[in-house]
């Protein structure tokens, strides 16, 4: 059986050539870059074309129909779709989203204040639940028996329990009971790292209880299958410790069903990071693309739209790279 790097028995190492793995990055980064034109097109003339009442509900319903023209001329929605999205596509090129129709905002600083909120708590959220994930699989998937019935019980339960009582327990217990933490807002990470972490660990928690189950099963699944093969017999045979078998070997080899779903995991944290804003108060991104939604605004509906295929963009293209460092097979 061949050796890896380290002179151990495991699955062989395969040189990479570098210049098919950029091509093949290029390759997808291309694929990525159409598909955001073609999400973002299909997005504008859907909403433009949806001939919402934009000017109306800006002005009300006692505004006259002069104004409401007049106000379609100043937003440029009486001139052709085409002209529009040619308008808003170069704008985005020079890296002007637009202004949004009810704060007049640029779309680009609504964008930049509220991420950093909800990127906070889907990042303590995701390294929750990549943490209790692997911990639950590993345990799960090596140790069997009681102990694999019990955490596939709790982290079905987790799976299961509605996170907005969850929220609502946790909430009443660490903030109003015990005081530990704050109940609702957010504070920067520059303004106070303490403060910033109290104020993002409840949400974080939440946001991860629903994937903790779902990702654990997954490495559990993954694992089980990669400790059946003949290399782990192979290296127990000569006397490897079970944490280099399980950690060096296993688990990297397992790594990438995993890694998929977690990125799965942690795109859909973005999705559900509404519900969290709305529970602890939290100006976010959610909250955000929420209104704009409501309210019909556009330009600042678009900009939700254009940062969300491109986190998607670069999350994928993220996983790629990983899943070629964690097997060498990958990058050929």
């Known amino acids: 059986m ?3 790097d380290a002179g151990a028995l495991g699955p062989r190492v395969i040189t990479p050539d570098w210049s098919t793995v950029i091509v093949f990055l290029l390759r997808r980064l291309g694929a990525g870059l159409v598909l955001i034109f073609v999400v973002t097109a299909a997005t504008f003339f859907l909403t433009y074309g949806a001939n919402i009442p934009v000017a109306r509900n800006i002005l009300g319903p006692s505004a006259t129909q002069d104004q409401v023209n007049l106000l379609n001329t100043q937003l440029g929605l009486d001139q052709p ?20 129709y009810f704060t007049s ?14 990127l906070s708590v889907v990042l303590v959220a995701s390294i929750i639940t990549l943490l209790l994930s692997t911990v639950l ?17 709790v982290a079905t339960f ?30 920067p990470f520059a303004q106070s790292p303490v403060g910033w972490f109290l104020s993002v660990i409840l949400p974080a928690v939440v946001l991860a209880i629903g994937g903790i189950a779902s990702l654990a099963a997954q490495i559990r699944g993954s694992m089980i299958d990669e400790l059946s093969r003949d290399y782990i017999r192979s ?3 000569r006397g ?93």
């Open 235 to 237: 290296l127990r045979s």
């Open 240 to 332: 490897s410790s079970e944490a280099s078998i399980l950690f060096r070997h296993a688990l990297r080899n397992a790594a990438g069903p995993a890694l998929t779903t977690f990125s799965l995991l942690f795109i859909t944290m973005f999705g559900s990071s509404l519900f969290i804003e709305k529970i602890f108060a939290l100006p976010g991104y959610g909250t955000f693309a929420f209104t704009s939604t409501i309210q019909g605004d556009l330009p600042a509906m678009l900009g939700v739209t254009l940062f969300s295929v491109v986190l998607v963009v670069i999350v994928n293209l993220l996983v790629d790279v990983l899943q070629g460092w964690l097997n060498p097979k990958v990058r050929t």
């Open 137 to 153: 699989g590993i345990a799960s998937a090596a140790r069997g028996g009681w102990l694999d019935t019990l955490l596939q019980s």
């Open 105 to 118: 905002e640029p779309i680009a600083s609504a964008l930049a204040s509220r991420l950093p909120v909800t």
């Open 158 to 187: 987790s799976y299961i329990f509605p996170a907005i009582v969850l929220g609502i327990v946790l909430v009443y217990v660490f903030a109003i009971a015990l005081r530990l933490v704050p109940a609702i807002g957010f504070v």
């Open 2 to 4: 061949p050796k890896d």
């Open 81 to 100: 779709i085409l002209q529009q999205y040619w308008t808003w596509l170069t704008g985005v090129l020079t890296g002007d989203l637009g202004t949004s």
